[in-house]
């Protein structure tokens, strides 16, 4: 292998860790906007000054797509409705999304709002997502339960995309 394949593969593994780290915050950031009552704006403030790139009770650093982040929770307030409606007729017809852990609620929407843009292929977004369950609800079925929500979820807002 040359020096160009193990820079092109440097940067795409450093452009996944960036876009995983956005979404992770996107998260964090949706969980604590409900919990607390905080606007959007507040708390992705917050999320850019204290947190992205800061170093971890483990003295880790998680860098983070910042652009990535702020597009994600901007399109969850504007796409909101859109999104619940479409996670809704993912789940359990008596369970809406209002009824379900709150971790699950903020990844579906984070997740909704990258579905709604056709920027990442679905099967990406979907594959991510997934990966933060796992990491979430590590000993759960929670994974599997996101994978078959967000399936229908992006079956339905990305349809040509399959």
């Known amino acids: 292998m040359n020096t160009a394949d193990d820079n092109a593969k440097a940067k795409a593994s450093n452009r996944r860790a960036l876009s995983s780290g956005a979404r992770l915050y996107a998260v964090q950031a949706l969980f604590q906007m409900e919990a607390g009552g905080q606007s959007a704006d507040r708390v992705a403030k917050e999320f850019r000054n204290w947190r992205i790139g800061a170093e971890d009770e483990d003295g880790q650093y998680l860098e983070a797509d910042e652009k990535l982040f702020a597009r994600i929770i901007d399109d969850v ?12 007729r993912g789940l359990v017809a008596k369970w809406p999304i209002d009824r379900i852990d709150p971790v699950l609620r903020a990844l579906f929407r984070c997740a909704g709002a990258e579905l709604v843009s056709p920027k990442a292929p679905p099967k990406v977004v979907i594959t991510e ?4 369950a ?3 609800f590590p000993d759960g079925k929670e994974p599997k339960f996101v994978n078959a929500v ?11 995309a399959f």
Not at 77 to 88: G, P
């Open 134 to 136: 796992e990491a979430f």
């Open 129 to 132: 997502y997934v990966r933060l």
């Open 150 to 160: 967000l399936d229908h979820v992006a079956r339905e807002l990305r349809p040509d």
């Open 77 to 88: 307030v504007m796409w909101q409705s859109k999104i619940d409606q479409a996670t809704d």
